[in-house]
């Protein structure tokens, strides 16, 4: 199982010492970097930027917006960062969640798996550049067609003026639920898991199997597919001060990550048989009382969702993953507490 580390999105300004925190993974061993974006700073600026200062590691965006970007632009700035980082780069996609779309990019949150399906098909044409790109779908339609309201009708199929470095590029989707999960696998080329539990790894693989199975003959061979999962990691002598640190963000995604009714971390979580605790979670967060829903959270949870305590501990639980689907750990941590896993 490979070692990534997750960077996240930023807060209120760029974080510090990532770059050399970077090198010195990847002289130990460390596999990829990925970014984030939600509605401050985007995932593909960071990691141009802190990949133009490695020579080695895999840059995943973990994840991009699809509704930020048409699937054009987007695939322009895969095919960009790939040929900037000799062919280090791995796409990562998500659909986010209403509140987000509907809020920040001021689209309609509708049919969520078939416009993925859409925004996917299309990016792959793109960076396949064998014609001009023609797509007549319910969300995209490439050109747009001329009885569109406000069309010129002088719009026509175009193809990148740029060469791929490679006929592909790695798509990984963001996905949580089952029928979220088997489309990652019917589709990409891999599956970027949230709040992945070692003792849901049965479940996990029955859906996707489940999209295995529905692969198209061109895309059958599954042998190189990517599980990859964001796991909180932190180091700490005491297993107590170092689930503190973890409480906070799960309660961040369960509380205000989502809305009431329609937050998929909080569903994730509610799967592994923590609805009770999420539920109060969630209600005293949305009350404002963020610090009495991080404590609320049990030391219980976090150790499902993450690596915390002594150095030791966290070696021996790394285990626990090891045995599971996943192929890439995407750890969240301070660098001391990344480097614990590599040593």
Known sequence: ???????GYWSRKPPTGIVEALQQGE???LDSVWTAEAYGSDAF?????????????????????MAARTPTATAMQALTLDHLSGGRFVLGLGASGPQVVEGWYGQPYRRPLARTREYVDIVREVIARE????????????????????????????????????????????AQGPKNVALAAEIADGWLAGFYAPTADAEHREQLAAGFARRAD???????FEVAAMVPVVVRDDVESAADLVRPHVALYVGGMG???????????????????????????????KEDAARAIPTELVEEIALVGPAQKVRTDLARWEGTALTTLLAQGDPASVAALLG
């Open 45 to 65: 600026t960071p990691l141009a930027w802190w990949g133009s200062h490695t020579s080695r590691l895999r840059l995943g965006t973990g994840i991009a917006q």
């Open 259 to 289: 809305a009431k009714g329609a937050n998929f971390h909080k569903d994730s979580l509610d799967r592994l048989g923590y609805a009770e605790v999420t539920d109060e979670v969630q209600r005293l967060y949305l009350d404002g009382r």
């Open 131 to 174: 014609r001009p790109v023609a797509y007549d779908g319910e969300f995209f339609s490439l050109p747009v067609g001329a009885d569109a309201p406000g069309a010129t009708g002088l719009g026509k199929a175009l193809k990148p003026t740029v060469h791929p470095l490679r006929p592909e590029i790695p798509i990984v989707l963001a």
């Open 27 to 29: 002289a130990a061993g």
């Open 1 to 7: 199982m490979r070692i990534g580390i997750q960077t």
């Open 218 to 224: 061109e895309r059958s061979a599954t042998d190189g």
